[in-house]
Structures are given as structure tokens and as C-alpha cells.
């Protein structure tokens, strides 16, 4: 064998090596972040403390949106595009209603993006009204990984937060 075809397949062979190692390694992350009750991936609705949240299975939602429950309120919880990019500008819809469907008008919207893995200088957006039951607010993932979404919701002296998790 001439030495310019071993040295070629020797490259060939340290790619393929190098790969499968980024493949279970890839893997192998995706597990932690599952294993640690995190989800990793699509749009997930989260507890405060990160756990996923069962999903309605009547529920019809576009893979973007998600949606849970802030003691009386319905929020929901849109993102475009879908899957968000890091370093680009992502739209944030949130729509919100009361326990009878009623369209909520009066409320503060902001939105805290943080990473759960690491420690990352703040990250917050505003939501503005838009129309009936939407408020719609652009910010931006700084980096790849897993992102936790808290939604904050103020009305009058009120107080609520939900969370939402989101892979990119």
C-alpha cells in the first residue's frame, strides 16, 4: 500500500472515530438533562424547581407553543421561529386567559431567560399587549443548551410566574 493511501485512510478512519464520539457524547448530554428532570429539546412546560409538567393529551398545540396553568390563568406560551437560534432575534407570544376562556387585558408581561446549567448575566424581555389575549415580546438566545423560560405575570398587587423549558 503506498503511503499516500494509508494516510488517507488513517484521516478517514480518525473522522469516523472523532464523530462517533461526538454522536455519545451528544447523547450522553441529552440523558443528564433528561436524567436531572430537565427537558431537553422541544418547548416543555416546567415546574418552578424544573420538573416537566404532563401535557393535556387533548391538547392540539403546534410543537412551538406550550401551555400551563397560573392559579386561575391559561398561559400560553408561542415561540418563532421554532427551533429558536442562538444569537438570533426570537418572537415571544404569550397569550392569557382566565378560567372561563375571557381574554386577559390589564396584565405586566416579562419574560426571564436564564440557562439552568450555568450561570448567565440577566436575560429579560418585555411582552407588550398586541390584541385580544396576546402579548408579543423579541429577545434572544446568547448559546446553544438548555433554556428555562419564566413567564412573570403582574396584575394590580398580584404576582405569577410559569416556567417553560427549550433545547436549542
Known sequence: MNKTLRTILIAIAILILAGGLVFVGSR???????????????LVAVSADGKTL???????????SATQKAGNLNVMLTLSPYPPV???ESGFDVTITDGQGLPITDAKI????????MPM??????????????YHGTGMFTMRGLWRIEIIIERGSEKQSVFFTVGL
Open 110 to 117: 416579562s419574560l426571564d431567560l436564564t440557562m439552568p446549567a
Open 121 to 134: 448575566p440577566q436575560n429579560t424581555l418585555e411582552a407588550q399587549y398586541v390584541s385580544d389575549r396576546l
Open 28 to 42: 450522553f448530554m441529552r440523558m443528564r438533562a433528561v436524567g436531572n428532570g430537565y427537558a431537553s429539546g422541544g
Open 86 to 88: 442562538g444569537w438570533q
Open 54 to 64: 404532563a401535557a393535556d393529551p387533548n391538547s392540539q398545540l403546534p410543537e412551538n
